[in-house]
């Protein structure tokens, strides 16, 4: 049983524009969300992180949304580069105890 | 500082071999988890210690298995290798483990590579 969900395996956005990518889950009880970026060959590093308690965290080009009633959150990227071409995990805690990753969605950006 | 070591990095073996992996974390973290990764599942985790003691453990058999030592150095033990255990494993590291979520940041090494033949 997924608890945390990708549902798009692949996403292709031209340089400049904007990319969002989507997970959704499934338990209410999850505290804390957190995107991840994996680049081949590499172990994942940490990219952004939202607190349940929100709805909006922003660093830099990223920022997350959090939809709680839809049980929804997005990365989104702003603008583009071809440095973010990757592999991108959401992860969900819950109870502060494990963190529960999806199953990724590789991101193109094309010039 | 240096990061989050794994060794070996490649491993080739045969159905019902064993194996261990093992993990050195960053210097001063205490907390190391255990993660395998294949296409069809994505990211999952196996289990975390910290200070020595199993803290967390994920939904896998029996057959994986790990420890910690006094140094925080980590090892994971696979027995009784099947095709499906063929993976990335990964470990990562951070101060406080996972109930220091969000405040504590994971750090990932670069992986194992299991290949079961």
């Known amino acids: 049983d997924q608890q945390v969900k990708q549902n798009s395996p692949s996403l292709s956005v031209q340089e400049g524009r904007i990319s969002i990518l989507n997970c959704d889950y499934t338990?209410?009880?999850?505290?804390?969300f957190l995107w991840y970026k994996k680049y081949p060959a590499e172990g994942p590093t940490f990219l952004i992180s939202?607190?349940?308690?929100?709805d909006k965290n922003e660093d830099g080009r990223f920022t997350v949304f959090l939809n709680k009633s839809a049980k929804h959150l997005s990365l989104h990227i702003v603008p583009s580069q071809p440095g973010d071409s990757a592999v991108y995990f959401c992860?969900?805690?819950?109870?502060?105890?494990?963190?529960?990753f999806g199953t990724g969605t590789r991101l193109q950006v094309f010039p | 500082k240096a990061g989050v070591t794994q060794t070996p990095r490649y491993l080739i073996k045969t159905r019902g071999q064993q194996v261990t992996l093992s993990c050195s974390p960053i210097s001063g973290h205490r907390s190391v988890s255990w993660y395998q990764q294949t296409p069809g599942q994505g990211l999952q985790f196996l289990f975390e210690?910290?200070?020595?003691?199993?803290?967390n453990k994920g939904n896998f058999p029996g057959r994986f298995s790990g420890r910690q030592f006094s140094n925080s150095r980590s090892e994971m033990n696979v027995s009784t290798l099947e095709l499906g255990d063929s993976a990335l494993y990964l470990c990562a590291s951070s101060l406080g483990g996972l109930a220091g979520a969000g405040q504590d940041t994971q750090y990932f090494g670069p992986g194992t590579r299991l290949t079961v033949l």
């Open positions: 992860a969900a805690i819950i109870n502060t105890d494990k963190l529960i």
């Open positions: 338990n209410s009880m999850f505290d804390y």
């Open positions: 210690y910290f200070s020595e003691t199993q803290r």
């Open positions: 939202i607190s349940s308690i929100k």
